[in-house]
């Protein structure tokens, strides 16, 4: 227990609380945090303004990722971060799951991210995301899924 006073909502029935200790679990900020990433704010921003850590805002696109619609800002960017981040959600058991973004250094936002597992069917998912804008350079790890999925002239290993 951490001592903060459950309410009963007399309409529904749900159990709540008014103030949360731990800002990731209000669920005003979790409406924030993915009314902000639609709007392609960036994470690292996001953690920013809100006060919270990009764990937080790793987790929360995670489970409510399939709300999130992001739309890129532009048809044409000269290059594009790939990164990958990994979180368990609910138990460890079911194992790790990826979110692999991409992101826009020139907009400050994220073009287009997907959820899965650790593999180049999840790659190629993110790939078929960005088919319809033209990108000069993939800059990505030395993950060999990127390399199988982003061909050798516009990617950038670093």
Known sequence: MDGAQNFLCKSCKKQF???YRNKGADPR???MITSMLSENCG????????????????NILLRQGSLCRITPKKTHYQSIQVNGHWSCVGHKKKGKRWLINAY?????GVVAYVIGKRGIATVKRLYQLLKNSRID???TDQWK?????????NHRVG
């Open 17 to 19: 609380i008014t103030a």
């Open 29 to 31: 900020v979790k409406h």
């Open 43 to 58: 994470i690292q921003d996001i953690a920013t303004i809100l006060r919270t850590g990009c764990k937080t805002i790793l």
């Open 104 to 108: 826009a250094p020139e907009t400050g």
């Open 137 to 139: 350079e993939f800059c």
């Open 145 to 153: 899924a990127f390399a199988h999925v982003f061909k050798k002239e």
